[in-house]
């Protein structure tokens, strides 16, 4: 396990510290092994609060059904009094007394839920967060901002490489370019919590205006990955053009039926960018939000579940803009993360090291991955010799 030094990474209260030397990685087995795999289902998925979906969603309709770590199917919905009921189909046939009611935790409508009878409270899990969310209320609220698409992508990668990925900007110059020119890869911090991390990075407002003003130029014409000369595998770019395409045209109807007020809007810049542990990403751009889920279905295989919000009165061409931006950053990541599961399935690596400040994000989130492995095994021995 890591050695850590006395001093947290940042000022923040709940900010952990960094490791005093470089940590070894998780071995390669924990990614590619179908038995690590099955430990973790029991330790990590059926423990704890995972994201399932946001209060907008399910006030526009009866129910949401979420699919959880592999095969658990959740049915969200909204009470008469209010509250958000998740319920678990213990069986295929969801026969009435098969059906099992589960905890679930609202944040700022973000809704989390539980598959265990008897979870920790989501605030001793999470200390801190609902501080985090508190700070970018002046940005975010939630009843300014509609719902307005769900898009799901397979991805042929365990749902820890895709995690690493999200908890580290190291090598964003090689792997994340046009990210590179808009923001300052060495200020990158990735602050680790209690069972989240937030992530903050400083822009370069000189080249944020030129993409602004390019951007303004383009006037929101859809990208096309297929028309690109990029080195993806066509196979990734026609799976992401056409997952798109239904976002954009979803955007594009959105945007006729609520056409935006007057002749200008005031942008709202700032935000909130977290992950909370194990499976979830929360964005909070200014103008626009998004979950970014990535749900385990076996040891090498995870779906991608993408949530969109927009804020009213945001115009056709500036939804099609963030959609480009989403889909651009999203395949540069989606192809790094199948590349390096065929590498870890040929046996290319075994085991390597982190750096301790800017791997910290990889450093605490392999560190839980172990300690809930480590206690489950423990609790399961203890059991057997009872």
Same mark, same amino acid.
């Given at each position: 396990?890591?050695?850590?030094?006395?001093?947290?990474?940042?000022?923040?209260?709940?900010?952990?510290?960094?490791?005093?030397?470089?940590?070894?990685?998780?071995?390669?087995?924990?990614?590619?092994?179908?038995?690590?795999?099955?430990?973790?289902?029991?330790?990590?998925?059926?423990?704890?609060?995972?994201?399932?979906?946001?209060?907008?969603?399910?006030?526009?309709?009866?129910?949401?059904?979420?699919?959880?770590?592999?095969?658990?199917?959740?049915?969200?919905?909204?009470?008469?009094?209010?509250?958000?009921?998740?319920?678990?189909?213990?069986?295929?046939?969801?026969?009435?007394?098969?059906?099992?009611?589960?905890?679930?935790?609202?944040?700022?409508?973000?809704?989390?839920?539980?598959?265990?009878?008897?979870?920790?409270?989501?605030?001793?899990?999470?200390?801190?967060?609902?501080?985090?969310?508190?700070?970018?209320?002046?940005?975010?609220?939630?009843?300014?901002?509609?719902?307005?698409?769900?898009?799901?992508?397979?991805?042929?990668?365990?749902?820890?490489?895709?995690?690493?990925?999200?908890?580290?900007?190291?090598?964003?110059?090689?792997?994340?370019?046009?990210?590179?020119?808009?923001?300052?890869?060495?200020?990158?911090?990735?602050?680790?919590? /209690?069972? $989240?991390? =937030?992530?903050?990075?400083?822009? +370069?407002?000189?080249?944020? &205006?030129?993409?602004? *003003? @390019?951007? %303004?130029?383009?006037?929101?014409?859809?990208?096309?990955?297929?028309?690109?000369?990029?080195?993806?595998?066509?196979?990734?770019?026609?799976?992401?053009? /056409?997952? $798109?395409? =239904?976002?954009?045209?979803?955007? +594009?109807?959105?945007?006729? &039926?609520?056409?935006? *007020? @007057?002749? %200008?809007?005031?942008?709202?810049?700032?935000?909130?960018?977290?992950?909370?542990?194990?499976?979830?990403?929360?964005?909070?751009?200014?103008?626009?939000?998004?979950?970014?889920?990535?749900?385990?279905?076996?040891?090498?295989?995870?779906?991608?579940?993408?949530?969109?919000?927009?804020?009213?009165?945001?115009?056709?061409?500036?939804?099609?803009?963030?959609?480009?931006?989403?889909?651009?950053?999203?395949?540069?990541?989606?192809?790094?993360?199948?590349?390096?599961?065929?590498?870890?399935?040929?046996?290319?690596?075994?085991?390597?090291?982190?750096?301790?400040?800017?791997?910290?994000?990889?450093?605490?989130?392999?560190?839980?991955?172990?300690?809930?492995?480590?206690?489950?095994?423990?609790?399961?021995?203890?059991?057997?010799?009872?």
């Amino acid at each position: 396990m890591p050695v850590y030094t006395s001093e947290p990474l940042t000022e923040h209260p709940c900010s952990k510290p960094i490791a005093k030397t470089c940590v070894a990685t998780l071995p390669a087995e924990y990614f590619s092994e179908p038995r690590v795999f099955d430990l973790e289902l029991q330790a990590i998925w059926s423990r704890e609060w995972l994201y399932a979906c946001h209060e907008n969603r399910l006030r526009s309709t009866s129910h949401v059904d979420v699919t959880l770590a592999a095969t658990f199917k959740v049915t969200f919905s909204i009470s008469d009094s209010g509250n958000v009921k998740a319920s678990l189909k213990a069986s295929p046939l969801g026969k009435t007394e098969d059906i099992r009611s589960l905890p679930t935790h609202t944040l700022n409508g973000f809704v989390f839920v539980n598959l265990s009878d008897t979870p920790l409270p989501f605030d001793k899990t999470h200390v801190g967060l609902v501080d985090e969310f508190k700070s970018a209320e002046s940005v975010f609220k939630e009843t300014e901002y509609d719902f307005l698409s769900d898009v799901q992508i397979p991805g042929s990668f365990n749902w820890k490489v895709f995690s690493d990925n999200y908890n580290e900007c190291y090598h964003c110059p090689t792997s994340h370019p046009g990210f590179s020119k808009v923001y300052k890869i060495p200020s990158y911090l990735v602050d680790a919590r /209690e069972g $989240y991390f =937030v992530h903050s990075v400083e822009e +370069r407002q000189e080249e944020r &205006a030129s993409v602004q *003003r @390019g951007a %303004s130029d383009a006037g929101g014409t859809e990208l096309f990955l297929t028309d690109s000369h990029e080195s993806f595998p066509l196979e990734t770019k026609r799976l992401y053009d /056409e997952t $798109y395409r =239904v976002l954009n045209q979803k955007m +594009r109807e959105y945007a006729k &039926a609520n056409p935006p *007020r @007057g002749q %200008s809007k005031t942008s709202h810049d700032g935000g909130l960018f977290v992950h909370v542990w194990p499976n979830v990403g929360i964005n909070i751009f200014g103008d626009f939000a998004t979950t970014l889920r990535w749900n385990p279905i076996s040891h090498e295989k995870t779906m991608l579940h993408l949530e969109v919000f927009v804020r009213k009165g945001v115009s056709e061409a500036e939804m099609i803009r963030f959609s480009n931006f989403l889909k651009w950053v999203e395949v540069e990541d989606y192809v790094l993360c199948e590349a390096t599961q065929r590498n870890l399935a040929l046996g290319v690596y075994q085991v390597g090291v982190l750096h301790p400040f800017r791997e910290n994000g990889l450093v605490h989130s392999q560190a839980q991955v172990r300690k809930r492995l480590v206690e489950y095994l423990q609790e399961k021995e203890g059991r057997q010799t009872v």
